[in-house]
């Protein structure tokens, strides 16, 4: 799986939104949560954990992340999955910039023994076109 995402991280923005989608419809397995959906959430039961898994200069740069999210980059979140062994059992959202990647972590997730993954769809830049507070470092 590694080198598909060393692959796709060089295309541009869009053309992997359009390979993804097309590879997600084929998966039936991941679940996603909508912009819309995760605001409400996050103000009455919140998600125990927000995982961002864009890059740290997008993480900490341009509009932000959403307030709470934990920045693990896709690269790296194989390796730090034990950081996560206590949220095996409770809801994950995970999330990058158009809601590709962030299945593929899902995936990932899934395959590691994580029950409750979702991916925020269309991610961090639908969060911020429809407005949704996000934070700077």
């Known amino acids: 799986m590694n080198w598909v995402l060393k692959s796709m991280l060089k295309y541009k923005k869009k053309t992997m939104r359009i390979l993804w989608h097309a590879f997600a419809q084929k998966n039936s397995q991941w679940t996603e949560i909508t912009v819309d959906e995760l605001a409400e959430r996050l103000e009455s039961d919140p998600p125990a954990l927000l995982i961002d898994v864009r890059s740290s200069e997008d993480f900490n740069g341009g509009y932000g992340h959403l307030p709470g999210a934990q920045l693990i980059p896709m690269l790296e979140l194989e390796s730090r999955l034990d950081e996560l062994e206590e949220y ?50």
């Open 88 to 137: 095996k059992e409770k809801e994950i959202i995970t999330m990058c910039p158009g809601g590709g990647l962030s299945l593929v972590a899902v995936d990932i997730m899934n395959e590691a023994g994580f029950k409750n993954v979702k991916s925020l769809t269309g991610g961090t830049d639908m969060w911020h076109q429809k407005g949704h507070p996000t934070t700077l470092c």
